[in-house]
Nanobody, 118 residues
Framework: VQLQAFGGGLVQPGGSLRLSCVAS????????ISWFRQAPGKEREGVSS????????YYSDSVKGRFTISRDNAKNTLYLQMNSLKSEDTAVYYC????????????WGNGTQVTVSS
């Protein structure tokens, strides 16, 4: 499977962005998919995950209430709606696919840079 993330950019604090991750080469239908991020000098952080039928969604405490994960299995696409962005959200965001219907990072896509700055 190939995962391609896009939608990052420069946004002011308090602004919004929507990230997308399109999969090719395999269906996402039966697998959990996730967003991770990594900021310079910091460890990789799990941001959010969603199971195959969108029945269960996980969020890190740092983004809960501000970010919303969703998926469109018909389009083989994962989304991350990010609202009320803060400077500490600045990072490269990656989408990952699990081999199972529980969050995992068995397959990684390219990253997309999100910069929150005034």
């Amino acid at each position: 499977v190939q995962l391609q993330a896009f939608g990052g950019g420069l946004v002011q604090p308090g602004g919004s962005l929507r990230l997308s991750c399109v999969a090719s080469g395999d269906s996402l239908d039966f697998y959990a998919i996730s967003w991770f991020r990594q900021a310079p000098g910091k460890e990789r952080e799990g941001v959010s995950s969603i199971t195959s039928n969108s029945g269960i969604r996980y969020y890190s405490d740092s983004v809960k209430g501000r970010f919303t994960i969703s998926r469109d299995n018909a389009k083989n696409t994962l989304y991350l709606q990010m609202n009320s962005l803060k400077s500490e959200d600045t990072a490269v965001y990656y989408c990952t696919k699990s081999r199972y219907d529980v969050p995992g990072m068995d397959y990684w896509g390219n990253g997309t840079q999100v910069t929150v700055s005034s």
